[in-house]
């Protein structure tokens, strides 16, 4: 079992950044994929990026060359730093978690509110 829990979300103007954290219970992280979604009012959820045990990384096109995602395995950490924000990133973002070789994300986090202000 992983329970993740998402931090660092807030109000900021547009231009601006943040650096969501998701903290990871359970002594399985480094094999886990992990990833973070969002889901703005009235939106589906959708992908926004994804980081393997390996340090591959991917990018939903809308977010790439303003967001990085990386791990710190030592602490159990997902990081998302988020630089140049829009109007449009305003949403729940959530941190999730599967198993190298699942297809699907099996573990979620709350969610944390990031609010973009223009």
């Known amino acids: 079992q992983v329970q993740l829990v998402e931090s660092g979300g807030g109000l900021v103007q547009a231009g601006g950044s943040l650096r969501l954290s998701c903290a990871a219970s359970g002594r399985t992280f480094s094999r886990l994929a992990m990833g973070w979604f969002r889901q703005a009012p009235g939106k589906e959820r959708e992908f926004v990026a994804d980081?393997?045990?390996?340090?591959?990384?991917n990018y939903a096109g809308s977010v790439k060359g303003r967001f990085t995602i990386s791990r710190d395995n030592a602490k159990n950490t997902l990081l998302l730093q988020m630089n140049s924000l829009k109007a449009e990133d305003t949403a729940v973002y959530y941190c999730?978690?599967?198993?190298?070789?699942?297809?699907?994300?099996?573990?979620w986090g709350q969610g944390t509110q990031v609010t973009v202000s223009s």
């Open positions: 999730a978690a599967r198993y190298a070789g699942a297809t699907q994300y099996g573990f």
């Open positions: 980081i393997s045990w390996s340090n591959n990384r």
